[in-house]
């Protein structure tokens, strides 16, 4: 089936400290987003990825889509408490629905 | 505000009892989408309309869900004859893409969260 894994299921950093989050798929993508939700929140749209190889950049967010658009990972630097949550990857297989992973849980330890 | 609105925010109701959810879109949003997250897991699809019509639903759907979006603007999810396993939180998003594959960024409504005791 048509399924999205992602690794790792939780993450503790230190403050400062940087975080990646990596997610597969078994089967090629058409596109791929980003999602953060925060705790007691709603997912809230970060970025969709659409090319192959593809880099996107957001202040301290690194997005990176695999050559063989099959994973994608996500990189913060210098993490601060206000990166606290979880982040989901989503993909598109091509069709109406978008399907989401298992999400890494991100916390800071001051 | 102009967000997706979902209501009730919470519900909590006994074994059997059935419950109503609805989710107003952000207006001119033609698609509409139903996702159920439990605690530690991700959003899983439910179903999706485009306008009016409801295009896809999940095997998750079971015969006691069932969503309408009548006129195409705000949908309605029904769960008959509740059971403890459909304790969650349903979210509802909308996407403003209007042909083609793919959802476009989906906004997301705060979610109805659902107890069955």
């Known amino acids: 089936g048509q399924q999205v894994m992602q690794i790792p299921q939780y993450q503790h950093v230190q403050e400062g400290e940087d975080f990646t989050t990596y997610c597969n798929s078994s089967t090629t993508l058409s596109n791929i987003q980003w999602y953060k939700q925060r705790p007691g929140g709603h997912p809230v749209f970060l970025i969709q990825l659409v090319k192959s190889g593809e880099v996107k950049k957001q202040k301290r967010l690194t997005f990176q889509f695999g050559e063989a658009k099959k994973n994608s990972s996500l990189h913060i630097t210098a993490t601060q408490t206000t990166d606290v949550g979880t982040y989901f990857c989503a993909g598109n297989f091509g069709n109406e629905k978008l399907t989401f992973g298992t999400g890494t849980r991100l916390t800071i330890i001051p | 505000d102009t967000g997706v609105s979902q209501n009730p925010r919470h519900k909590i109701t006994k074994r059997g009892q059935n419950v109503t959810f609805r989710c107003d879109p952000i207006?001119?949003?033609?698609?509409l989408y139903w996702y159920r997250q439990t605690l530690g897991q991700g959003p899983e699809f439910l179903t999706y309309?485009?306008?009016?019509?409801?295009?896809?639903k999940s095997r998750l759907l079971s015969d006691r869900f069932s969503a309408e979006r009548p006129k195409g603007s705000f949908s309605t999810l029904e769960i008959q004859r509740t059971e403890q396993g459909d304790s969650a939180m349903y979210l509802c998003?909308?996407?403003?893409?209007?042909?083609?594959?793919?959802?476009?960024?989906?906004?997301f409504g705060e979610g109805s969260r659902l107890t069955v005791l």
């Open positions: 207006s001119e949003h033609n698609r």
């Open positions: 309309f485009q306008n009016e019509a409801q295009l896809e």
């Open positions: 998003a909308s996407s403003s893409r209007r042909a083609g594959p793919n959802t476009g960024e989906l906004f």
